[in-house]
């Protein structure tokens, strides 16, 4: 098993920044892409951002390509997720996630994933 521990949310000022950490332990061995999903009060969780296993694709969500930057350290075992100038709308639960294999063209789809954190909550207001 795997378990992963997110930090770094909280509350900050539209156009700031925030930098989001997700922990992981357990069989980190078997770990290939993880990525980040977010769900706002009353709506799905969707997807955010993913990295490959080795760390050299990514991919974003077209809401926050060019804002948020995914990023992870093997020797911790630790991904994160830079978000600048955020917005109201980015306000949300952030969780993180890790699968076995790799994802592929499935790496937005929450069901893909085999582990999930329990999330942190990020609030921007203006």
């Known amino acids: 098993q795997v378990q992963l521990v997110e930090s770094g949310g909280g509350a900050v000022q539209a156009g700031g920044s925030q930098r989001l950490s997700c922990a992981a332990s357990?069989?980190?061995?078997?770990?290939?892409?993880m990525g980040w999903f977010r769900q706002a009060p009353g709506k799905e969780r969707e997807f955010v951002a993913a990295i490959t296993g080795s760390g050299d694709t990514t991919y974003y969500a077209d809401s926050v390509k060019g804002r948020f930057t995914i990023s992870r350290d093997e020797a911790k075992i630790t991904v994160y997720l830079q978000m600048n100038s955020l917005q109201p709308e980015d306000t949300a639960v952030y969780y993180c996630?890790?699968?076995?294999?790799?994802?592929?063209?499935?790496?937005?789809?929450?069901?893909?994933?085999?582990?999930w954190g329990p999330g942190t909550q990020v609030t921007a207001s203006s």
């Open positions: 996630a890790a699968t076995r294999y790799y994802a592929g063209s499935s790496v937005a789809t929450p069901s893909r994933y085999d582990y």
């Open positions: 357990g069989r980190t061995f078997t770990i290939n892409t």
